[in-house]
């Protein structure tokens, strides 16, 4: 009998610990949710504060714990919403692969609050995406920008392509099939529906210089590969790949920019 007294103490401070962990998720779960904006105001600062303090107390519940959080980075408070943002930034280099099962979600929830008029907002959301490139996986990355892109308007097609000329770099390297097969759709949708000045109708402002750079990136890491793959493409396409070769190959533009795109007013 004596012999089983640290047994089974061990086993009661165990079943402790594990009433202890639920009673602190059910009160995070409930500030996270809560009708009042103070207490989701802090629920979210509970949740860094635990990913700063227990990071396994949250991936171990991640799916959980994240289905309460995720819908904070798009509050109808904004006050909520940027706090939520600029934590979910200071996250993700804590939590960094365990986030993936999420990371669909997130970056979702993130890119919408690229086209938000309140500069603190706008702001938080690209200093979190940032720290997505900086902390995550970034083939994952890649995939679920260059899936997302095509479903965005606004300012926020901009900076997903313009942080997908990022990532080409980073991963073509290592994985170049996975490149052109989720990367080379966005260009050839942006070239085939951009019109004569650089707008992309009903969905961007001028893209022209965000497309000009996911171009560059990719003929930088692709070579003439890049123009080899165009030839299948639409004639639209096609047509601003040849201006652009032009214009890198002559001596009077002074142009930089290999595969730069050949509208005329660009």
């Not at 979190?128 to 926020?156: H, K, T, W, Y």
């Not at 097969?181 to 260009?187: A, E, K, Q, T, Y």
């Not at 201006?243 to 660009?266: A, E, M, V």
Request: aromatic share 4%.
């Amino acid at each position: 009998m004596g012999s089983n007294g640290p047994r089974l103490e061990g086993l009661h401070s165990s079943v402790r610990g594990g009433l202890e962990v639920t009673k602190q998720l059910r009160e995070l779960m409930r500030l996270l949710e809560a009708k009042e904006y103070q207490s989701r105001m802090e629920g979210v600062g509970r949740l860094l504060e635990h990913c700063k303090a227990r990071p396994e107390l949250i991936t171990a519940n991640l799916v959980q714990v994240f289905d309460a959080f995720t819908p904070r980075l798009q509050d109808s408070n904004k006050k909520v919403n940027q706090w939520a943002l600029e934590s979910l930034a200071k996250m993700i280099p804590l939590l960094k692969e365990s986030l993936h099962p999420m990371l669909l979600s997130i970056i979702i929830a993130v890119a919408d609050n690229l086209n938000s008029k309140n500069a603190g907002i706008y702001a938080a959301a690209v200093t979190a995406l940032d720290a997505m490139i900086e902390s995550l996986d970034n083939l994952c990355l890649l995939q679920a920008f260059a899936g997302r892109v095509r479903f965005l308007s606004g300012r926020a097609v901009l900076d997903i392509t313009e942080r997908l000329s990022v990532l080409v770099a980073s991963v073509y390297p290592q994985k170049p099939q996975a490149v052109e097969r989720h990367v080379l759709p966005v260009l050839w949708c942006l070239l085939d529906n951009m019109i004569g000045n650089g707008v992309l109708p009903g969905r961007a402002g001028n893209v022209r210089t965000v497309v000009r750079r996911l171009s560059r990136s990719l003929r930088e890491q692709m070579g003439s590969r890049l123009q080899d793959l165009a030839a299948g493409q639409p004639q639209q396409v096609l047509k601003t790949q040849r201006h652009g070769q032009r214009g890198t190959d002559s001596k009077t533009t002074g142009s930089s920019c290999p595969f730069q795109l050949g509208y005329r007013h660009i």
